[in-house]
């Protein structure tokens, strides 16, 4: 399922220039989240604790020492519902990184019948990713974002794959019959371009840009993707038929889609692999 929005639905803040929505643009840059998140999430579990020894005791939540480190989500009074789901969320942490665990063991993508070179997203993968976020409810902030940040890692292009859907339903004026192409670097970028399917038109032309992607958007399946063509659409060829579209986001769920993959898929697994060294040695440094 794919659809589109006006450009701004989404807080540029959730795309910046930080990667997928998720990871920082540099090792410098990354460190420094991973240890802010590392301190919060201590004094998140620290806080919690206190309030909920707290309440068992019946004084106030206002009478809790608050370091001033603490996360945003606690730097303002704490009710009663808010202490009862953090609460809750504490004592179900074993549930929460035994369905991460479950999610890293799954594997992503499965070959389609008949095609040697194109995959789809597995059901046994969307299964877990929903089971996940079923269990994600009352999850501190953090929790949420190493859960969109291990999905982007999965959903995220090599050098020797892209994605392709049918797009007529997103661009109506421009043909019956179109295809879309789009890269989804691990850095965050995306590459887009849109033409009419093979043997549709006697002249070709193609739209391309670049943007931002993001997974787990707000109010849409767990699979979808939002894309920030913050420059829009430029034409290509066949100039009459090419005008250029304005910038958009759009909103693709990557069941609709197809991995296609260049090469040998020993090939693309080889180049995730040392895609994931590389990122673990940045974090070390």
Not at 18 to 44: I, Y
Not at 274 to 282: A, F, K, L, S
Request: aromatic share 4%; charged share 30%.
């Amino acid at each position: 399922m794919v659809s589109v929005e006006p450009l701004g639905v989404f807080n540029r803040d959730c795309f910046g220039q930080d990667g997928a929505g998720t990871r920082g643009s540099s090792a410098s840059l990354h460190g420094s989240n991973s240890r802010w998140r590392a301190r919060a999430r201590l004094e998140d579990e620290r806080l919690a604790a206190m309030l909920s020894a707290a309440a068992d005791g019946g004084l106030s939540c206002n009478a809790i020492p608050r370091c001033s480190s603490s996360s945003s989500r606690h730097r303002e009074d704490v009710d009663t519902e808010e202490v009862a789901t953090v609460t809750t969320w504490l004592h179900d942490t074993i549930s929460w990184r035994a369905a991460m665990s479950a999610l890293e063991a799954t594997t992503v993508f499965e070959h389609e019948s008949g095609a040697a070179h194109c995959k789809r997203l597995s059901e046994t993968f969307v299964l877990a990713l929903e089971e996940v976020l079923r269990r994600a409810v009352g999850a501190p902030s953090d929790c949420i974002d190493d859960l969109a940040e291990a999905v982007a890692r999965r959903f995220a292009n090599t050098p020797l794959s892209t994605y392709e859907h049918s797009a007529e339903a997103l661009w109506p004026g421009r043909g019956d019959s179109l295809r879309a192409r789009m890269h989804l670097a691990p850095s965050g970028l995306v590459e887009y371009s849109l033409c009419p399917s093979p043997g549709i038109e006697d002249i070709p032309w193609e739209l391309s840009g670049e943007g931002w992607w993001r997974v787990l958007p707000p109010d849409g399946p767990c699979t979808e993707v939002a894309l920030e063509l913050c420059q829009g659409l430029k034409a290509g060829g066949g100039a009459d038929q090419c005008e250029a579209e304005p910038p958009r986001v759009l909103r693709i769920d990557l069941r609709s889609c197809v991995r296609v993959v260049e090469g040998e898929e020993g090939d693309e697994e080889e180049i995730s692999e040392e895609d994931g060294e590389e990122e673990e040695e940045e974090e070390t440094h």
